[in-house]
Nanobody, 120 residues
């Protein structure tokens, strides 16, 4: 069974940066795409960013220009560099690995999440 472990979350001031990491127990090349979702209190889980095995990426409109997703197949790890953080970025961030589609919530495996809090 695939295990995904997120790390790198924490408390940061508005305008600050964090880098999230998602370490996979299986080779990332076994998955078509790996990405990130987030869920804020009282809101539904939403897609943040996704990267395919071929390096194709996408981003939610709310994070374009601020977040960058990347992957290191040798380390079986996917990263999310988050810059210019805003209070509305506060959420639990979940790593998602999808064997079939481009980070579809219905077909992805999930990590346990890491808390990101943006506050002064």
């Amino acid at each position: 069974q695939l295990q995904l472990v997120e790390s790198g979350g924490g408390l940061v001031q508005p305008g600050g940066s964090l880098r999230l990491s998602c370490a996979a127990s299986e080779f990332t090349r076994h998955y078509y795409a790996i990405g990130w979702f987030r869920q804020a209190p009282g809101k539904e889980r939403e897609g943040v960013s996704c990267i395919s095995s071929g390096g194709i990426t996408n981003y939610a409109d709310s994070v374009k220009g601020r977040f960058t997703i990347s992957r290191d197949n040798a380390k079986n790890t996917v990263y999310l560099q988050m810059n210019s953080l805003k209070p509305e970025d506060t959420a639990v961030y979940y790593c998602a690995a999808d064997r079939y589609y481009f980070c579809s919530a219905s077909t992805s495996d999930w990590g346990q999440g890491t808390q990101v809090t943006v506050s002064s």
